[in-house]
């Protein structure tokens, strides 16, 4: 079954707003069995709206069509299909029962604007919303059915549990597990060379669908399934990951579609290690991307952030006659960083970074996008110096930040 995807809104077609929904609907649709072949994007305007909603009978089987079921003047998504299919508006018990509903749990009265809700194209069936005031509803003009649900992210994921999902699956008797899918997470390689080492994928396992996705700095693996039998999918997904861990080596961090943190995480967790944190030109960035992960208190212990030498003097201890002599941003400055947090918070592990970040800063032998690194252990101290190719500020904070936890990662495989 050909699937489409519509999200309307100004909002949305401007950029102001992210189009998250899509991409959520696109994932949920595929795991469940369905082929997606293609997103659209179109305003609040009902004549463009109604335009692209008969494009899509000429491609798609079915189409899930999201927001302009408010109860304002720019939500004419009911409207404008009216117009696609050359139907009048009716009224519908069925809608007005959740919108009802809705604002009887809120304690408030139906306002006049909301009752505008329970009116839908003649010849649709109205989907409850559970959790909003914008009922849905579910349309088939010719041989394509449409799911018309909100665009308020938390209604949309409902209706799209409750409603949507089970009546396609209902419709075409699609089984949720016709189809897998594995995420390969690697870091320190460019997408163009993951693409060559791994082009000969769909030749070697037939059956599997290659995909690339760049969440900088990382590239994710994808390799998609489909079939009949879950259990042979299963085993020709773990043929082609081994395949891939082969041709990718040690710049893979997870095969369980995990940050880089939480990797991390696990690994010191699970070996009872503990970790502190001393920082400069990233800012903050790394410890906030461990506290992200739920638990970290059973690992992490401790952050620093010296921005200033004399913050790396009275807080790190590191030696002023080290700064003055090679600079914050040096291999002696780092490795006293992150061999003394690792004493100030009794951690068994002290991480370091001090760098360039940019735009201004650089010098000849140390240009923007150069940074230290250095990661002490009961073992010593080991520092890296890594350049980055990227004269964004923001790009570098966020490499420097993955290139030290990947560091991280390196060091605790070897302990």
């Not at 009546?167 to 690697?186: A, Y």
Request: charged share 25%.
């Amino acid at each position: 079954m050909k699937l489409e995807i519509v999200s309307t809104g100004e909002e949305v077609l401007s950029g102001a707003v992210t189009d998250s929904n899509a991409a959520y609907i696109s994932q949920v649709l595929i795991e469940a069995g369905f082929e997606v072949i293609r997103h659209s994007c179109v305003g609040d305007k009902k004549e463009d709206i109604a335009q692209l909603l008969k494009e899509c009978e000429h491609r798609a089987d079915g189409v899930v069509v999201t927001g302009g079921l408010g109860p304002t003047d720019d939500d004419r998504t009911v409207q404008a299909a009216c117009e696609a299919w050359d139907v009048d508006s009716v009224h519908d018990f069925g809608a007005q029962i959740s919108v009802e509903a809705c604002f009887k749990k809120m304690g408030r009265p139906v306002p006049e604007s909301n009752r505008k809700q329970m009116v839908i194209p003649r010849g649709s069936i109205s989907l409850e919303n559970q959790v909003g005031t914008a009922p849905g509803f579910f349309h088939v003009h010719g041989k394509t059915c449409f799911f018309f649900i909100p665009g308020v992210p938390w209604e949309m994921k409902h209706m799209m549990k409750v409603h949507v999902l089970p009546m396609l699956k209902e419709r075409t008797g699609v089984s949720m597990t016709s189809f897998r899918m594995k995420t390969i997470s690697l870091f320190g390689i460019a997408e163009a060379e993951v693409n060559q080492r791994l082009k000969e994928i769909e030749t070697v396992f037939p059956g599997i669908v290659l995909g690339l996705r760049a969440v900088f700095p990382v590239i994710q693996v994808k390799l998609y399934a489909r079939g009949d039998d879950p259990h042979a999918l299963g085993l020709l997904l773990e043929k082609a990951e081994q395949w891939v861990l082969v041709r990718t080596g040690d710049v893979v961090f997870s095969t369980r579609d995990y940050p880089m943190a939480r990797e991390i995480g696990d690994c010191l967790e699970k070996n009872g290690k503990t970790l502190a944190l001393a920082e400069s030109c990233t800012g903050g960035l790394i410890a906030h991307m461990v506290t992200e992960i739920p638990g970290s208190s059973a690992f992490f212990l401790f952050s620093a952030v010296t921005y200033a030498n004399e913050a790396k003097v009275n807080v790190l201890h590191v030696r002023p006659d080290t700064l003055e002599s090679h600079g914050a941003v040096s291999h002696e400055t780092v490795r006293e960083m992150a061999e003394n947090v690792k004493k100030i918070a009794g951690a068994d592990l002290g991480l370091a970074v001090s760098g360039i970040a940019g735009p201004s800063g650089g010098s000849t032998d140390k240009p923007v996008g150069t940074v230290f690194i250095a990661v002490a252990s009961g073992q010593g101290v080991q520092s890296h110096m890594f350049r980055s190719p990227f004269g964004d500020r923001a790009k570098n904070k966020k490499i420097f930040a993955m290139k030290a936890l990947d560091l991280l990662r390196r060091a605790l495989s070897e302990t």
